[in-house]
């Protein structure tokens, strides 16, 4: 029963995305917040399919720790679940994202007008210039960045070494740090068909506080919290994966 219903969520997950991604081509003259208010419809729509159709709910804890003040959120990456959940419960965001995702037909080109910061993560230095200098301006402008500090997707009960642009961006843009933890992973697998019914339960931490601290120091206390609060959730401390490991798709 559950892999049709799995099946159901998944058909209507796609042609919504398509739908969508249509619609957000369409209306790209519109002001970001507008645009993004309508493309994020689509997300907010599939939370809420996911518990009607596979019994997967969503539980947030800490939702007084949004800043109402542009902010970096740093959040978990297991599954494709937080890029709708994060559409969800936070303001208007953009993503720091693998710049392939946007050649995919359809979802790539409503993705785009999300307006995210696209990077070759084989660029280096040039992506972490690309992160900091894009980042700040659509900071200026009034949007969250979401920055995935693992760089791709990893198993439940598993960490990767965090990144330092979503930090570096902080420090260097003088706005807070957000961290979010969840454990949608034991319920929407990376590349997992089978959607598994429960609650996922999402974390939202006191913001980071950057002034006086280096973007070592702010990625460190981020890494910390977020290794408390995976324990907490999942119930184990996480095992370290390695940099080879740590390889793969967002």
């Given at each position: 029963?559950?892999?049709?219903?799995?099946?159901i969520f998944l058909t209507?997950?796609?042609?919504?995305?398509?739908?969508?991604?249509?619609?957000?081509?369409?209306?790209?003259?519109?002001?970001?917040?507008?645009?993004?208010?309508?493309?994020?419809?689509?997300?907010?729509?599939?939370?809420?399919?996911?518990?009607i159709i596979c019994g997967?709910?969503?539980?947030?804890?800490?939702?007084?720790?949004?800043?109402?003040?542009?902010?970096?959120?740093?959040?978990?990456?297991?599954?494709?679940?937080?890029?709708?959940?994060?559409?969800?419960?936070?303001?208007?965001?953009?993503?720091?994202?693998?710049?392939?995702?946007?050649?995919?037909?359809?979802?790539?080109?409503?993705?785009?007008?999300?307006?995210?910061?696209?990077?070759?993560?084989?660029?280096?230095?040039?992506?972490?210039?690309?992160?900091?200098?894009?980042?700040?301006?659509?900071?200026?402008?009034?949007?969250?960045?979401?920055?995935?500090?693992?760089?791709?997707?990893?198993?439940?009960?598993?960490?990767?070494?965090?990144?330092?642009?979503?930090?570096?961006?902080?420090?260097?843009?003088?706005?807070?740090?957000?961290?979010?933890?969840?454990?949608?992973?034991?319920?929407?697998?990376?590349?997992?068909?089978?959607?598994?019914?429960?609650?996922?339960?999402?974390?939202?931490?006191?913001?980071?506080?950057?002034?006086?601290?280096?973007?070592?120091?702010?990625?460190?206390?981020?890494?910390?919290?977020?290794?408390?609060?995976?324990?907490?959730?999942?119930?184990?401390?996480?095992?370290?994966?390695?940099?080879?490991?740590?390889?793969?798709?967002?």
């Amino acid at each position: 029963m559950q892999i049709f219903r799995s099946f159901i969520f998944l058909t209507v997950y796609a042609i919504t995305a398509i739908l969508f991604s249509v619609i957000g081509v369409l209306i790209w003259p519109l002001p970001f917040k507008q645009r993004y208010w309508v493309v994020s419809r689509w997300a907010v729509m599939n939370i809420w399919l996911l518990k009607i159709i596979c019994g997967l709910r969503l539980e947030v804890e800490g939702r007084e720790n949004i800043p109402t003040e542009p902010c970096v959120i740093l959040c978990k990456h297991q599954s494709a679940w937080e890029t709708l959940a994060l559409q969800a419960v936070f303001p208007p965001q953009v993503w720091v994202l693998k710049r392939e995702l946007l050649w995919i037909p359809f979802f790539g080109w409503g993705l785009a007008s999300l307006r995210p910061i696209a990077i070759d993560r084989n660029a280096g230095r040039q992506a972490l210039h690309q992160v900091i200098e894009q980042g700040k301006e659509r900071l200026q402008s009034g949007a969250m960045v979401v920055v995935f500090p693992e760089g791709t997707r990893l198993p439940p009960g598993t960490m990767g070494r965090f990144g330092v642009g979503g930090a570096r961006l902080a420090v260097e843009a003088a706005v807070p740090v957000v961290p979010v933890a969840h454990n949608a992973g034991s319920f929407w697998a990376k590349k997992g068909f089978l959607k598994r019914p429960g609650v996922i339960k999402m974390v939202i931490g006191a913001k980071i506080d950057i002034q006086d601290l280096s973007a070592t120091a702010v990625n460190q206390k981020a890494y910390d919290w977020m290794t408390l609060t995976m324990t907490q959730l999942e119930g184990k401390t996480p095992v370290q994966f390695t940099k080879g490991e740590q390889r793969g798709e967002s």
